[in-house]
C-alpha cells in the first residue's frame, strides 16, 4: 500500500462515490472531474468508480476530430481518455486520491472511430505492488448490443511520486500558452 503520509493524498470515502451505484457524487469536489481543469476541457464525463474499476466517457465533439472526411476522432484524444480513466482506476484501487505517475502506456487502436459516435472507456486494475499499478480497458462506442471496441489499454502507474497538488485547481492557470 502507498505510504499514508503522502500530503497529498486524501482519502476516498463514501462522500466520494455514491455506495449505492458506484457512479461519482456530484456533490463532491475531489470526485473525479467535477472540477478538475483537464476534465472540463475535454468534456470528459464519469461514470463510475468501483474498487479496482472506472469509467468515463467523451462525447463526440468535432474539436477532436483528426480525420476530416471521416469524421473519426484523433488517437491522441482516445490515449488522454485512456490514461485518465486508468489514474482514476488506480485511485479507485488504492481508495485514495494521489498523486501518481504513467511509466507506460500502450495503445492498440482496433478501428477508426465512426462520426457523432462518444466514447466511452471501461479500465480495470488487474494487478497492485508496492510501487505500480497495473491497468488495462477497452475504449468502446455504442451501447449495449451495438457497442464496439476502438481500442485497448494496458498501462503502469508508479505510487507514492511527487507532483502537483490536486486540491490546488488553481495550477493549470499559471501556464502562459506562448505569449510573450
Request: glycine share 10%; net charge negative.
Amino acid at each position: 500500500m502507498p505510504d499514508s503520509q503522502d500530503p497529498n493524498a486524501s482519502d476516498l470515502n463514501s462522500n466520494d462515490l455514491d455506495s449505492s451505484d458506484g457512479k461519482a457524487s456530484p456533490e463532491t469536489p475531489a470526485s473525479p472531474g467535477l472540477s478538475h481543469p483537464g476534465f472540463q476541457e475535454y468534456q470528459f464525463n464519469p461514470i463510475y468508480m468501483e474498487e479496482g474499476k472506472a469509467s468515463i466517457s467523451l462525447p463526440y465533439n468535432e474539436k477532436f476530430v483528426g480525420d476530416k472526411t471521416t469524421g473519426s476522432i484523433h488517437g491522441g484524444i482516445i490515449t488522454l481518455l485512456m490514461d485518465t480513466a486508468g489514474g482514476m482506476c488506480v485511485m479507485s484501487t488504492l481508495k485514495k486520491i494521489m498523486v501518481i505517475a504513467t511509466l507506460d502506456l500502450r495503445m492498440d487502436y482496433l478501428r477508426p472511430t465512426k462520426r457523432g459516435m462518444d466514447i466511452t472507456a471501461e479500465v480495470e486494475c488487474y494487478e497492485l505492488t508496492k510501487n505500480v499499478a497495473f491497468v488495462r480497458g477497452f475504449a468502446y462506442e455504442g451501447e449495449g448490443d451495438e457497442r464496439e471496441a476502438v481500442a485497448h489499454m494496458t498501462a503502469a502507474f508508479m505510487l507514492n511520486t511527487q507532483g502537483p497538488n490536486f486540491t490546488e485547481m488553481n495550477r493549470f492557470s499559471a501556464v502562459s500558452g506562448g505569449e510573450k
